[in-house]
């Protein structure tokens, strides 16, 4: 066993368990293989460097350091920059639904670092709606700057770029398989010890405890973005973590859940956060018009909609509640 600042990693035979608390969620990874607990252990420390670079507070941070510079040019790491180009990307192809700059909005409801839930009032929302522009990111070289008073924050993006790293590093150790699975994202290396395909579940998010069906996959990423994950509650209406730039309040459009499966852990975690502020029909129009992966939306009024790229690896829990559409 070891024990880091923030992780702890197991050994038992030729498969390592990691668990972290990281980047505001419970982490745990599964390596199996000769190097597996050394591998675990620089899963580990990447993971702690990681929350470091992203948070959006802290001396270290990247984030911190763009979000006091008052404007002036930040020189920042290329981790960094690769989260923030990828999410420019999605913020133009969804027509600004998924936005890194919500940050002063996600942080007056009180969904960012130590802060307090509370509702805040219209006047404010639409002050702050002011600073949420994806479009004023200044980029030169690995520079970078915002206006004055715009904030940031990778939320939506950093766990999903931590997976890529750890799937890059085990391919540098023997390794023969490993799950990553970090709050909503999941992401696997290699093979099972049968060879057989990875089997992921898929929560219900009405009943967070429970599944709904599970998909059979691959090497690939399956990130799941939700009102469940995080939210709180006021005059018997949810408050989700995920904020729509159009109105400034937490997404409430019919989506209880988005999850996106893909290569790419980074492109999977800003398409889920995109799809689930896009509602159901925009997201199957944005899948319709870029396509490149393949996603499983829950609705509000009971069905599970599954794209028929892997509609044939999804298996739905007999006693699921939902109705399977695939589209
Ligand atoms: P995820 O769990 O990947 O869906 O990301 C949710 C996190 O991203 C939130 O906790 C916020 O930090 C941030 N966020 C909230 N709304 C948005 C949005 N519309 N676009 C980008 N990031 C967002
Ligand atoms: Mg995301």
Redesign the pocket.
Known sequence: MYEGRTFTARREGYVTTLTAFAM?TYMTVSVRGIDSFEAAKAAGELIEEYDSLFSVSGSGSDIAAINSAAGEPVNISSETLRQITA?IEV?GRSGG????T??P??DAWG??GGSEYRIPSDLEISQLLDKVDYSRIQISGNTLSIPDDMKI?????A??YTSDALVALFGSYRVDGAVISL???VQTFGTKKDGSEWIIAIQDPNDPERYTGTVSVSETAV?T??NY??YFESGGKRYG?????ATGYP?QNGLLSATVICHSGLLS??L???L??LGEEGAKSYYETYGGFDMILITSDGRIIVTSGIAGSYTQEKNSPYILEVF
């Not at 924050?153 to 993006?157: C, E, H, K, P, R």
């Not at 973590?241 to 730039?245: A, T």
């Open positions: 505001d999410s913020s639904a998924f936005d890194i919500v940050e909005l996600a969904f960012s924050s990778l939320g939506a993006t766990k999903g709050g909503g994202n990130v973005s939700g994950q995080r973590h995920i904020i729509d730039p997404v975690d800003c889920s956060t995109a689930f502020v």
